[in-house]
């Protein structure tokens, strides 16, 4: 099956800096790649998400980016602000593969921006 | 809409109870999981339904049992609680070619 990684585990940064979050997968039909943002206490949810057949997306300060060849993909967060803190999870799965279209999230990245 | 929710949002079991864990959602979405959540281990998948009537296991399904008996609807059952089932436990629903999965508030369980 899929395995997603993530790293690193923990990020600080300064505020108005760049966070840059990494994550590989190993199922190379894995298709579809979302990044979810979870805050303290609260539910993950989607901020941004990517498919195999283009190779960025940005969405304001959030962009994703994907190499296929080497099999990871990366979030990247500019400006980042206090409320950017927050837990990042990454996930793959096999768009279109209908009931066996499962996400396979990684462990997590916890971003700290400092004021 | 008040999208996925979940009851109850905390409990707090003694091992060898038993529960249910509801998950209902009002956008008439097809596809219904359930994941747990512990510290460092991500989001696991531990059951899954693609529709009414429909149930099949994910990654980490032992001790668990769920039924979908309304689509709108998906249970979650412990017949007999252990305290490696403390952990805080999401829904999420979507729709066949959307990719997007929504997740309810989450349920905090503790078993001592």
């Known amino acids: 099956g899929e395995n997603v990684e993530q790293h690193p585990s923990t990020l600080s940064v300064q505020e108005g800096d760049s966070a840059v979050i990494k994550c590989t997968y190993s199922d190379s039909a894995s298709n579809y790649f979302p990044w979810y943002k979870q805050e303290l206490g609260k539910r993950p949810q989607l901020i941004i998400d990517?498919?195999?057949?283009?190779g960025e997306k940005k969405d304001q300060r959030i962009a994703v980016t994907l190499n296929k060849t080497a099999k990871h993909f990366s979030l990247h967060i500019t400006e980042t602000q206090p409320e950017d803190s927050a837990v990042y999870f990454c996930?793959?799965?096999?768009?279109?593969?209908?009931?066996?279209?499962?996400?396979?999230f990684g462990k997590g990245i916890t971003l700290s921006v400092r004021p | 809409n008040a999208g996925v929710t979940q009851t109850p949002k905390f409990r707090v079991l003694k091992t060898g109870q038993s529960m249910t864990l509801l998950c209902a959602q009002d956008m008439n979405h097809e596809y219904m999981y359930w994941y747990r959540q512990d510290p460092g281990m991500g989001l696991r998948l531990i059951h899954y339904?693609?529709?009414?009537?429909?149930?099949a296991k994910g990654e980490v399904p032992d001790g668990y049992n769920v039924s979908r008996l309304k689509k709108q609807n998906f249970l979650l059952g412990l017949e007999s609680a252990a305290p490696s089932q403390t952990s805080v436990y999401f829904c999420a629903s979507r729709n066949p070619g959307q990719e997007t999965q929504y997740f309810g508030p989450g349920t905090r369980l503790l078993v001592l």
């Open positions: 996930a793959a799965s096999k768009s279109g593969a209908g009931a066996n279209s499962k996400l396979t």
């Open positions: 990517i498919r195999s057949n283009v």
């Open positions: 339904s693609v529709g009414e009537g429909t149930t």
